[in-house]
């Protein structure tokens, strides 16, 4: 029953956001249905149901008379926090929920449902400003909060200078900067993207640690060399495995001798038993790409053996857009 009305509890939390029933309850700290009512412009019976599901869900606390954000939603939820969620349910609710209702048709042509490769070359050819600063806004929030996690979860503390592919808005220079204050990230990105990973270095005062390298790995032949460490953070599930492999081999040429690549991704276990995050965001890279997958770990290392890595090691840790990171050493 909980599986079957999934998608209940995803519309419940979109709606709740594009509400901004999270950022009410903030600055009020507190409010009966009533209050809710007249400030949010709903009437009874609708708030109500679903204050009583926010509830449910652990996002609200109540009294049996007044509502307040849990920790959770005060922490996630709340417009212009740190690790801001919001974004992402609303870019899940814009933009994935109709494709993964077509989940059935991908499943049986081997193609996304997001758009048409006949007539696409890629799922952000056709979207508006709104949705692609939408995307950019959800994928910060991910990686931020996940950047942190690795910076806790493997020593960068010997690394002068990374290499951030596809680096996006450079969230992750930002967040493991803050940690290893001698870290210096260049953040590979498209032309049209890399002035968001500048703006943001600005904004975070690191504008003298963090720079853009424009560039298109699709095409490079070769990857901005001179870096001790190069990030691959949720870029191979992007694709399939032969590209893959080729990005890795163009990685190896790209780090210096004795560097060391960092894989991020929500891996796969190698029994093909889950974790369910990972399952799931394989079959959203189903309906979102023409090849990619999240794949099990001893893929990711292979790829990383045959492009001439050794010491390879696999770090576990919890975060919203990984569950690991797989490391591995070029030689001297």
Known sequence: MRIASGFGMTKALAAAVDLGLFDYLSKVVTATTADVCRDLGLVERPAVMLLTTCTALELLESDGEHYRNSAVAEEFLVLGKRHYFGDYVKLKNVRAYESWGELLKALRTNAPTMWDPKTQDSPFEDISQEEAQLFYSAMRSISAYTAAALAKAVDLSG???????????????????????????????????????????????????????????????????????????????????????????????????????????????????????????????????SGGANYRKHEYETWLTDAGFTDIEFVSFEAAGANGAMLGRKPL
């Open 159 to 289: 690394a002068k200078k990374l290499l951030d592919v596809g680096g996006g808005s450079g969230v992750y220079g930002i967040e493991l900067g803050r940690v290893y204050e001698n870290l210096h990230t260049t953040v590979y990105d498209l032309p049209s993207v890399a002035p968001l990973a500048e703006q943001a270095a600005a904004a975070a005062g690191m504008a003298d640690r963090i720079s853009a390298a424009p560039g298109d790995f699709l095409k490079d032949e070769r990857l901005p060399g001179g870096h001790d460490v190069v990030l691959l953070s949720s870029v191979l599930h992007n694709w399939g495995p032969e590209f893959d492999a080729s990005l890795v081999r163009k990685v190896y040429e790209a780090v210096e001798p004795g560097g060391t690549v960092i894989v991020c991704e929500v891996f796969v276990s190698d029994d093909g038993d889950g974790p369910l995050e990972g399952a799931l965001m394989s079959l959203n890279m189903l309906v979102e790409t």
